[in-house]
């Protein structure tokens, strides 16, 4: 049983490697971009019901991304960053991200987000 299409917009090859592995291990489908313009193009393409979204992608950064699919779609977008001051998880939430989570993490915590995402959603 799918648990939710998710659309991971990560540059990171092996930190994407690793997200997709356990996240698909837990039951979602995964669709991975490596910037910014593919996720875009992925995400028209696939109807994701939920997006992770590094912010510091070549070509055009996520928090872009976050400004050009937000006013189209009402889904769970968690941003992934190594960018920790509370100044830039307030930008990223004032911009319509759902969720903020500071690079390192643990797996265990983002499947207890995306969880929590989904099921709000769902109840939506």
Same mark, same amino acid.
């Given at each position: 049983?799918?648990?939710? !299409? @998710?659309?991971?917009?990560?540059?990171?090859?092996?930190?994407?490697?690793?997200?997709?592995? +356990?996240?698909?291990?837990?039951?979602?489908? $995964?669709?991975? +971009?490596? #910037?910014?313009?593919?996720?875009?193009? +992925?995400?028209?393409?696939?109807?994701?019901?939920?997006?992770?979204?590094?912010?510091?992608?070549?070509?055009?950064?996520?928090?872009?991304?976050?400004?050009? @699919?937000?006013?189209?779609? #009402?889904?769970?977008?968690?941003?992934?960053?190594?960018?920790?001051?509370?100044?830039? !998880?307030?930008?990223?939430?004032?911009?319509? +991200?759902? #969720?903020?989570? $500071?690079?390192?993490?643990?797996?265990?915590?983002?499947?207890?987000?995306?969880?929590?995402?989904?099921?709000?959603?769902?109840?939506?």
């Amino acid at each position: 049983m799918t648990k939710g !299409r @998710i659309l991971l917009v990560e540059d990171e090859d092996d930190l994407a490697r690793l997200f997709a592995y +356990a996240l698909t291990r837990r039951g979602h489908q $995964v669709r991975r +971009a490596k #910037d910014a313009l593919e996720g875009l193009k +992925a995400f028209r393409q696939t109807k994701p019901d939920l997006i992770l979204l590094d912010i510091m992608l070549p070509k055009m950064d996520g928090l872009e991304f976050l400004r050009t @699919i937000r006013p189209e779609v #009402d889904i769970p977008i968690i941003l992934l960053s190594a960018k920790r001051s509370e100044m830039d !998880r307030i930008l990223g939430l004032k911009l319509g +991200a759902d #969720d903020y989570m $500071v690079k390192p993490f643990s797996i265990g915590e983002l499947q207890a987000r995306i969880t929590g995402h989904l099921r709000r959603q769902a109840g939506a």
